[in-house]
């Protein structure tokens, strides 16, 4: 199910919502919030208080992730469905690539490109919205990438499923950057107000970086 925080998180609502496990929740630069689940995708106008389902040409799959482009444009990866991408606040998806992909993560940079983190399939881009995909071709890559991590400055980092957190400047070359961690099943990553980075691992730890990786 789906909690709401009411007065700053002091106490909880539950939200009625009739699509099963929430996978994910994405909140929109419009206000609009969207939860991707087991069996659908809905979105509230009203901060939680209501939803509806928002599947049109997306159907009843699973909702893994979400991610918005600088325009406005909405992604979202599914289980074995791909990628779908809507124009209009989620009225209306069209299906634009990686079909039968288990699509784990997405991020958008500044630029436009987004890239998509699979289950086993590896790490993917797109330079043209989603008409198009790219998949890295550096054998050092992991296979199977849990969450992507794009930040203002458009470097980006990746949390893999038992290789660790990987870097690049520039979208196109990699480092390991998780040397000094003792275990290398990445659950999630974030950046924090502290523009620090973290990571949620598989033994039940939460890692924050000694050095700033967003400057103002």
């Known amino acids: 199910g789906l909690y709401r925080a009411i ?4 106490s909880w609502g539950r939200q009625t919502l009739t699509t099963g496990s929430v996978w994910e929740i994405f909140e929109h ?6 939860v991707g689940s087991i069996t659908g995708l809905l979105r509230s106008d ?15 799959v699973s909702v893994l992730s979400f991610c918005e482009a600088a325009n406005g444009r909405l992604f979202v990866g599914t289980n074995r469905d791909g990628v779908f991408t809507s124009t209009d606040l989620g009225e209306t998806w069209q299906a634009t690539g990686l079909q039968t992909q288990v699509v784990f993560a ?5 630029n436009g490109t987004v890239y998509a983190g699979t289950l086993g399939g590896g790490l993917y881009k797109s330079s043209d919205l989603g008409i198009s995909w790219q998949q890295f071709d550096d054998p050092r890559l992991p296979t199977t990438v ?3 991590q ?7 980092f990746l949390a893999t499923e038992g290789s660790g957190v990987w870097k690049s400047s520039d979208g196109n070359n990699w480092l390991l950057a998780s040397d000094s961690l003792d275990v290398q099943k ?7 107000t502290d523009n620090h980075l973290f990571a949620a691992t598989a033994n039940g730890y939460v890692y924050r970086t000694q050095n700033r990786f967003v400057t103002n």
């Open 106 to 110: 997405l991020d958008c940079d500044t």
């Open 7 to 10: 007065n700053a998180s002091a």
């Open 29 to 34: 630069s419009s206000g609009r919030i969207f």
């Open 150 to 156: 794009v930040l203002p400055d458009n470097s980006i």
């Open 146 to 148: 849990n969450d992507i």
């Open 186 to 192: 990445i659950n999630a990553l974030q950046v924090g």
């Open 46 to 60: 009203e901060q939680g208080r209501n939803w509806a389902v928002v599947d049109s040409g997306i159907g009843d």
